[in-house]
């Protein structure tokens, strides 16, 4: 349902086929250039005793 408070030249409508801009606009001035790298996720298993979790091996 659209908003009828808003006005269309301000806000035109969103159309979910279109893609999404590369530009993010401006960032924050203590923005890093570039990301780190990301922390590998922990795995079933890893840390907890040895209890594999997930799903079992067939017999």
Known sequence: ???PD????EYPPID???PVPDDPG???PDTPDELP????????????G???G?????A
Not at 54 to 58: A, D, F, Q, S, T
């Open 1 to 3: 349902m659209a908003n």
């Open 6 to 9: 808003l006005d269309p030249d």
């Open 16 to 18: 979910p086929r279109e």
């Open 26 to 28: 401006e960032l924050l």
């Open 37 to 48: 790298e990301a922390l590998p996720e922990p795995m079933p298993g890893d840390g907890d």
């Open 50 to 52: 040895g209890d594999p």
């Open 54 to 58: 997930g799903v079992r091996e067939p």
